[in-house]
């Protein structure tokens, strides 16, 4: 399960457990899985929820492992937060936070 964890990035104190897997069943994906994995924080609350897939090999290997693959993570909710093949919005911080984040104009 750590490659997984390493792949989605999840932090320290979070627990990632996997929901679901099955081969894929799309005739461009010989060989492929796919997985569901729900993250956990320190207090047991679902904090976002991952759709992952890997092709090539004929075995189960989660994204980053070399095979052609990747995911997506969701909120609680359904909204997408991340795709592995999108880098994230803003880097080194929360939004609002640094130079990553977009000006807001002065009040008139």
């Not at 989605?8 to 796919?34: C, E, N, Q, Y």
């Not at 093949?85 to 803003?90: L, T």
Request: hydrophobic residues 40%; charged residues 20%.
């Amino acid at each position: 399960m750590f490659a997984f964890e390493k792949a989605f990035g999840i932090p320290a104190g979070h627990t990632l457990r996997k929901v679901a897997s099955s081969p894929l069943a799309r005739p461009s994906m010989t060989g492929g899985w796919r997985w569901e994995h729900e993250e956990y924080d320190a207090r047991g609350a679902v904090v976002a929820v991952y759709e992952s897939w890997a092709c090539g090999g004929g075995e189960a290997a989660p994204p980053g492992s070399g095979h052609r693959g990747g995911f997506v993570k969701y909120s609680p909710h359904g909204w997408v937060l991340r795709r592995s093949d999108v880098p994230p919005r803003v880097v080194g911080g929360r939004a609002g936070e640094g130079a990553a984040a977009p000006a807001r104009p002065a009040a008139a």
